[in-house]
């Protein structure tokens, strides 16, 4: 079969391997090295450079040399807010909302300079086999959204690469670790890489990795970690000799280099140096130049504030996964941010157990992909995956209720069926509204798409069957479909584009959720009493306009005075007077039910 590769295409670095002959083997690049930095420098259209060789450009041409895009794959540019900081280049906005990098000759999408990335690491393994390569599994952060996973494969596409399969970094980490499949244990998985951090917690037994939850912030990386030093040294900069590196796009990137560079001396030695000669120019019009020393001391005194952030996600995913930290057999560390002492000794603390850092935490992912790629091809015993959805997905039915198809941390790929029906007589037409989130109330969920489903059979409300089918790929791609059991009609839609919610949002939606149980309990009871209310209405309404047998006069009077109230207590979305107005309803259904049933005893009688 044909050899499928496998590539952690990162915030920060990229690396591409292969499993062959029972062992993972990590590809080296031209420059020697087994990591790729996702680094692309633009000298023209036809003049593109990735990697060591671009990341030595970025000092002297930062408006044509983008780093981090991972971070702007598929998210809409007016949902950015600061996430542009600190990077260089230039960001605008595409006719639809897109994010572009401006490079002044042309404007790209991220999956444009993804591309670019991959097209590199495509090569990488060519001149290692010494043939094409077309096929990849390429890894993305789990709480990645189904847009984002679109525009990953999308990238792939545009690099001459199909891709096999997407999955989890997290979930390839676990892969790559090579625990015991024949003992039942549960795994943390600690990723903190350059640009995102996520929390896994899996279970493994017999050949099944299962993701019982994850959490994490996709903003929140060893980019973080570099901008804060980067201002902390900017501002004492600023403030010994008057020039502000900030608003210098090159003195800018010299020092933000010179940060990352210390920050990572610093996880093996207490101190480092800082010396940027020429980095400015005083008022006066003298050169200035930047000597800073830098201890490891003060970077913990810096990164304190980011370890709550990372265990508060550590403790939601626990909670998710219905377990606590006692319960969990092996951490693993991924991600070069692990390297820090600061972050494996908090670690450490919080799992009560050592990390295992048996894997170069730069690689694992990579390995895990290579691993997952080789099983496609038929290289190694398969392993199943199963990765869970961050967020519950459903339709909104009558009354703004979100029912819920496929619940919240599901393993996917999976399918979900439910079966609805019309509310009003000889209703031809039902909009599907697709949504996600955990509240109640659908309009307080993100929307994902609508469509209609038209021709349906005329019957009286509540007699057709619509089923409605929510089916999630391997790749976490979303379809939802709806068909009449009558008609046969049906109609689906693809969502490739939905939700553009960041791993924050998701959270904070989790978080309102619970917050709001109760306004969403009332909500529940209110749509249940109207419904119920309006069914005996309209039964109502039947009754009076009966010719054959109608209510005397007072009853009619005092019917539509019922009636009066009900649409007064619908209009008001009172809940107490809607349930005051069911039981009026309910006892004057009782005393038409015993005048009907009476006056059809005297027919018989006569």
Not at 164 to 188: C, H
Not at 208 to 223: P, Q
Request: with cysteine; glycine share 8%.
């Amino acid at each position: 079969m044909e050899r499928v590769i496998g590539i952690d295409l990162g915030t920060t670095n990229s690396v591409v391997s292969y499993y062959e002959q029972g062992q993972p083997v990590v590809i080296v690049n031209a420059e020697g090295s087994k990591t790729t930095p996702s680094i692309v420098f633009f000298k023209g259209a036809e003049d593109v450079v990735v990697g060591e060789v671009a990341r030595r450009q970025a000092a002297m041409n930062p408006l044509q040399t983008v780093k981090s895009i991972k971070r702007f794959m598929g998210i809409r540019y007016s949902d950015m807010a600061t996430r542009g900081e600190g990077i260089g280049y230039s960001l605008v906005a595409s006719p639809d909302d897109g994010v572009r990098v401006d490079l002044g000759w042309a404007k790209l999408s991220p999956e444009e300079v993804s591309a670019e990335i991959l097209r590199a690491l495509k090569r990488t393994a060519e001149d290692y086999f010494g043939e094409p390569v077309e096929q990849a599994v390429v890894t993305v952060p789990a709480y990645f959204n189904d847009n984002q996973r679109a525009a990953t494969k999308r990238a792939g596409e545009l690099a001459g690469l199909r891709i096999a399969r997407i999955i989890n970094e997290p979930t390839a980490a676990a892969l790559a670790f090579g625990l015991d499949k024949s003992v039942e244990q549960r795994v943390a998985v600690f990723d903190f890489g350059g640009g995102t951090f996520d929390i896994s917690i899996l279970e493994l037994d017999r050949d099944v990795f299962e993701v019982k939850s994850t959490r994490g912030d996709t903003f929140l990386g060893g980019d973080v970690i570099d901008l804060i030093l980067y201002k902390e040294i900017a501002a004492q900069f600023l403030a010994d000799t008057g020039v502000d590196v900030t608003q210098e796009p090159i003195a800018g990137q010299r020092l933000l280099e010179a940060v990352e560079r210390v920050k990572c001396e610093l996880s093996t030695t207490l101190e480092s140096q800082i010396s940027l000669p020429f980095l400015g120019v005083s008022a006066e019009g003298t050169p200035v130049h930047l000597s800073h020393a830098v201890t490891r001391d003060k970077l913990n005194e810096l990164i304190q504030p980011l370890i709550p952030r990372l265990l508060d996600c550590c403790r939601e995913a626990l909670a998710d996964a219905y377990l606590d930290a006692g319960n969990i057999d092996h951490v693993l560390l991924v991600g070069g941010s692990t390297r820090i002492p600061i972050i494996q000794e908090a670690v450490r603390t919080f799992f009560g157990k050592e990390p295992n850092r048996s894997l170069n935490p730069d690689e694992a992912v990579s390995i895990g992909a290579g691993m997952q790629g080789s099983i496609m091809s038929g290289g190694l015993r398969e392993v199943l995956l199963l990765d869970v959805t961050p967020l519950s997905l459903g339709v909104e039915t009558e009354g703004n209720v979100f029912s819920v198809l496929i619940p919240r941390n599901s393993s996917i790929p999976t399918k979900a069926v439910k079966t609805y029906t019309t509310t009003r007589d000889n209703q031809r037409i039902v909009k599907i509204h697709a949504a996600q989130g955990e509240r109640k109330k659908c309009s307080e969920n993100q929307s994902l798409g609508y469509f209609r489903l038209s021709e349906i059979t005329p019957a009286p409300g509540g007699l057709p069957e619509i089923s409605v089918t929510f089916q999630i790929d391997a790749n976490g791609l979303l379809e939802v479909s709806a068909v009449e059991a009558t008609s046969g009609v049906s109609k689906s839609i693809t969502i490739e584009s939905y939700s553009h919610v960041s791993e924050e949002k998701a959270r904070q939606m989790v978080e309102a959720a619970e917050l709001a149980q109760e306004e969403d309990r009332l909500h529940l009871r209110l749509a249940y009493v109207r419904h119920q209310a309006q069914d005996l209405a309209n039964g109502l309404v039947m009754l009076i306009e009966d010719t054959e047998n109608p209510p005397g006069e007072d009853l009619q009077r005092r019917l539509r005075e019922i009636l009066f109230k009900f649409d007064v207590a619908v209009a008001s979305k009172d809940l107490m007077a809607l349930e005051a107005a069911l039981g009026m309803l309910r006892q004057a259904s009782k005393e038409l039910s015993e005048r009907l049933t009476m006056l059809r005893l005297k027919r018989m009688e006569q």
